[in-house]
């Protein structure tokens, strides 16, 4: 038993047991060519890979520390941490940051009341989160990815689907269809265009920041050229580039992931032309249907606020226009840092909080 370097051949190996798109091979492929380290791991019995990890390693500027980063990877456990510390020790990290892809609650009443199963299984993922705390990990300054999603069941008819959603969502929908707006499903170079100067868009009137053309792009290099056959419940990450269009102009961008039996909604933009068309209501129930052509059975939308939202919160809005749909809101353990340099630990702590306040007086 033993913790070995995932090779190139094991490639189908690895992503069969990884449940994540950021923990898959092709993502961290990708993460190399943005000029990241990968470091991919399995724990090897009797020559079987039983679970894996990817790592990716970033370097402070103007320093020789490094950080690790580990976004949606599976349960930690003690043989885990003790080859984490030992990568975090070679690469000189201060810390490396764990994101599990582990549920601590659902929340069912967003959709139904809950039930005494629920309640049991609640208390079961909230025991799951107190290992992690007792694993010596200490809940992360800064985290990274939202610790809450909506997830939608693609398993229901598409009459339940419809049913299930809030009546100004359903609205919506047929607003949207009244005014011919068109779905299109576009992976060409063009089409990639049009999408970024749409995030251009959306990024400067909602003031949020975003990754890089450079980094959109060589994520679409990457992940559209394998995408264009539709293989349901696939052991590899595929991209596809949905377009709404309207009166031949595009008025939404979305980008969707789909790893294993779920759809993901990474990225989506939207101009502030034709609002009253609501292109983004039918985007969303075109990429329902899409998930279910594909045999999909779940939909993750990739992120939403808690469930007691404040009403102030800038990403308020997004939130309600998920929850519109139906979907269950579910909630990780969170982030956690495994401390491999106490001393630098709290001084990059301190110097992070100076970053994050000269970035919010510059905006």
Excluded at 6 to 19: E, G, H, K, L
Excluded at 180 to 188: A, K, R
Aim: one cysteine or more; proline letters at 4%.
């Amino acid at each position: 038993m033993s913790w070995q370097n995932i090779t190139p051949q094991q490639q189908d190996q690895y992503n069969s047991i990884v449940n994540h798109p950021l923990q898959s091979y092709e993502w961290g492929e990708f993460r190399e060519k943005t000029g990241v380290k990968v470091i991919r791991k399995g724990f090897f019995k009797k020559d079987k890979l039983v679970s894996g990890f990817q790592l990716t390693i970033h370097k402070i500027p103007h320093t020789n520390y490094t950080i690790g980063y580990l976004p949606k990877g599976e349960k930690t456990d003690k043989e885990m941490l003790e080859e984490l510390t030992k990568i975090g020790k070679e690469n000189n990290c201060i810390f490396i940051q764990l994101e599990p892809n582990l549920l601590t609650h659902r929340h069912p009443e967003f959709i139904s009341g809950s039930s005494d199963s629920e309640k049991m299984l609640n208390q079961v993922q909230h025991d799951k989160k107190n290992d992690i705390v007792n694993f010596g990990l200490v809940p992360s300054f800064h985290p990274l990815f939202t610790k809450y999603t909506f997830v939608l069941d693609l398993t229901k008819s598409e009459e339940e689907l419809l049913k299930d959603m809030h009546s100004k969502t359903r609205y919506n929908i047929k607003v949207a269809q009244k005014h011919n707006v068109q779905i299109v499903e576009d992976n060409s170079e063009k089409a990639f265009e049009v999408y970024w100067q749409i995030v251009l868009e959306t990024t400067s009137r909602q003031k949020f920041y975003a990754h890089t053309k450079k980094y959109h792009q060589l994520q679409w290099k990457i992940f559209a050229a394998k995408s264009n056959e539709q293989r349901a419940m696939s052991n590899e990450l595929q991209y596809h580039l949905l377009l709404a269009k309207y009166q031949q102009k595009s008025l939404a961008a979305w980008v969707l992931f789909t790893f294993h039996d779920t759809l993901y909604y990474p990225y989506g933009s939207s101009t502030s032309e034709h609002r009253e068309t609501m292109a983004s209501n039918l985007m969303m129930w075109e990429a329902i249907k899409f998930g279910k052509k594909l045999g999909l059975k779940k939909f993750d939308m990739w992120g939403s606020l808690s469930d007691t939202p404040d009403t102030k919160d800038p990403w308020y809005g997004f939130h309600r226009f998920k929850q519109g749909y139906g979907p269950e809101l579910v909630e990780f353990v969170g982030s956690f840092d495994l401390v491999i340099n106490p001393i630098a630990y709290q001084g990059y702590k301190f110097a992070d909080k100076l970053r994050w306040l000269y970035l919010r007086l510059k905006k």
